[in-house]
């Protein structure tokens, strides 16, 4: 059951040709860093890459690490996918094969990656333009001065701005330049890149796509063209997925899609309720008709997410407070795993960003992100509404 017309749960569930011989219905770990040869022409098929197959841990040459990559590539509905150990892993050879000639970073992006971004690959020579809210309009201008690489996500972090991928495709394609998509809050579920006109998508697999807060991976996908130059940046850097999150990732693919859906039906319960609540000034979340990127989001998503941030009618103080009296959220900086957790941007993500940094970014110090997990959703409600009662409007 591998056909490309086969849906994304068929997919997610037998998307790899790579199989137990035994006919186990799950490929056991391959936990070793080394293969052995009948002899050295077999060898040399393998390194030469004549044949496709087993020959060392970090080249990413290993079964187990095949069979998630495989997957991965079918349930995204891509040419081919890399593993690596971390989603900033993934993201750096990303920016290293292709932001050489300049990278045009497009709104609010990862914490993690404006710090890769403006304090590494910056002393490598490698120059990022930030181009927030309305100076997305320069994208134009920015890109006849040379920049090969626009970077965004969407929905961002944590205020979930919506960008058009396929309008920031069509003005980056006019210049040459590729496009590179973290999908990480959307997931393959809610959103596909690709389909929009992205040339590569960049995942953080320790969110959804791991799903249970247990294992840190990344990706990169495209098609094989575009893949292909990553390999050898994976393989210097040192940087690929291990067999044994290789395993725990490909078993997490195999509930991506029911486990995605109903995050986004808890988040759109979260939502509602929150909208509903006098003591919550904002709700930010695409799902809301309320939302100023609802439309957008309409557009080009299939569903809107796990995420939901709000603004608390009341100063930073108080909203420390309700954070603090949440019981069922756990107060911890991740995302995507079925167990609900919540974050203060101030306090966290954006803790080292100056007061005007923050206002350009919309980020409030009332704001609160809520990564909505599995629980029942009116016990998340009910959580939420009694931290909310030390607010007074
Ligand atoms: C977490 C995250 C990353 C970084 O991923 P790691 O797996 O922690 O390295 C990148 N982008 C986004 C949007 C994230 O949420």
Redesign the pocket.
Same mark, same amino acid.
């Given at each position: 059951m591998k056909q490309k017309s086969a849906g994304q749960s068929t997919q997610a569930i037998h998307g790899t040709s790579i199989t137990d011989a035994h006919g186990a219905p799950h490929l056991p770990v391959y936990n070793t860093t080394t293969f052995a040869f009948e002899n050295t022409a077999a060898l040399l098929d393998v390194a030469d890459g004549r044949r496709k197959g087993p020959l060392y841990t970090r080249y990413g040459l290993n079964p187990t690490i095949f069979a998630l990559e495989e997957t991965m590539t079918s349930v995204e509905g891509a040419g081919s996918a890399l593993a690596f150990c971390?989603?900033?892993?993934a %993201?750096t050879a990303l920016f290293a094969q292709y932001g050489r000639e300049g990278i045009v970073c497009v709104g609010d992006?990862?914490g993690?990656?404006m710090e890769l971004l403006t304090t590494q690959l910056s002393q490598l020579g490698l120059t990022t333009t930030f181009l927030l809210g309305d100076e997305v309009d320069r994208l134009d201008e920015v890109l006849s001065g040379g920049p090969k690489l626009v970077f965004f %996500?969407t929905p961002t972090?944590p205020a979930l701005g919506i960008y058009d991928v396929a309008a920031l495709a069509e003005t980056a394609h006019r210049h040459g330049a590729l496009v590179a998509v973290?999908n990480?809050?959307a997931s393959p579920v809610n959103q596909r890149p690709l389909a929009l006109g992205a040339d590569l998508v960049s995942y @953080?697999?320790?969110?959804y796509l791991g799903g249970h807060s247990d294992v840190?991976?990344?990706f990169v996908l495209g098609a094989d063209e575009l893949i292909e130059p990553l390999k050898p940046w994976r393989k210097s850097f040192g940087s690929c997925i291990a067999p044994e999150p290789a395993a725990l990732l490909s078993r997490s693919l195999r509930t991506l899609i029911v486990r995605v859906n109903q995050h986004n039906a808890n988040a759109q319960a979260v939502a509602e309720a929150m909208e509903a609540d006098p003591r919550v000034a904002r709700v930010l979340y695409p799902g809301l008709p309320s939302f100023p990127g609802h439309v957008l989001a309409a557009k080009q998503m299939t569903g809107y997410g796990g995420i939901v941030t709000i603004e608390i009618a009341g100063d930073t103080d108080t909203t420390v407070q309700v954070v603090d009296r949440l019981e069922l959220f756990a107060l911890a900086p @991740?995302?995507g795993g079925v167990e609900s957790l919540v974050t203060q941007p101030v306090t966290t993500t954006h803790y080292d960003l100056s007061p005007q940094e923050r206002q350009r970014r919309g980020i409030t110090g009332s704001m609160i992100r809520l990564s909505v997990g599995l629980e029942d959703s009116d016990d998340l409600i009910a959580d939420l509404t009694q931290a909310l009662e030390i607010v007074t409007v």
């Open positions: 971390s989603g900033m892993a %993201e992006a990862y993690g990656t %996500e972090n973290d990480t809050f @953080s697999a320790t969110k840190t991976a990344g @991740s995302l």
